[in-house]
């Protein structure tokens, strides 16, 4: 790729507040080196962040999808932190079915990149249809995503009780003893 190619870029964090932050800087770094933005949030999302410095706005701009409703959801909840923690599950469920629409909004883009946060599990798909690049940006360090596993390690699904979560896995394969939670950390998860 001709490294003067401006690209058409959307940015697609979870609905928290941790995550959109991070995404929108690594939008303004991309939009002021010339490519253009799509940071895709809810509009309740989109009014919490900081304005965008004028420099910036023409070549980033705040795509906004209304959180479609599910059953136990509360009306209005745009984010995790409008919810109890018993209740993300439907935030989760709410949160996948913007896969249409966003599907649909990919399709008539021409996006060239989808920066996407870890639970869009679908996109996968959706840009494998569309010849789409998709890239992962996480905002978790080394240490978290070590402690976390490879997918294969997901699926199998080793750490069911939470005490699993107190103890090194099996994984990490080098001395060490503080990557794990302690059990008052991981009541809330």
Request: hydrophobic residues 40%; contains cysteine; negative net charge.
């Amino acid at each position: 790729m001709d490294r003067t190619e401006k690209l058409h870029i959307t940015m697609f964090p979870w609905l928290a507040y941790g995550h959109t932050m991070p995404f929108l800087e690594v939008s303004k770094f991309l939009a002021q080196k010339g490519h253009r933005i799509s940071y895709i949030s809810t509009p309740k999302n989109t009014s919490r962040l900081p304005k965008l410095p004028p420099h910036l706005s023409s070549n980033l701009s705040f795509v906004e999808f209304s959180l479609p409703h599910v059953h136990g959801l509360p009306p209005g909840v745009e984010s995790t932190s409008d919810v109890p923690i018993d209740e993300v599950t439907y935030f989760k469920r709410a949160y996948d079915k913007l896969r249409d629409p966003l599907s649909d909004f990919f399709k008539n883009s021409n996006v060239n990149w989808i920066i996407h946060d870890s639970l869009p599990y679908w996109l996968l798909d959706i840009a494998a249809l569309l010849s789409v690049n998709l890239v992962f940006f996480s905002i978790f360090n080394a240490s978290m995503s070590a402690f976390v596993g490879l997918p294969s390690a997901l699926l199998v699904d080793r750490q069911k009780r939470l005490e699993d979560f107190t103890v090194v896995p099996e994984w990490i394969d080098y001395p060490c003893n503080n990557v794990a939670f302690k059990l008052y950390e991981i009541v809330n998860y």
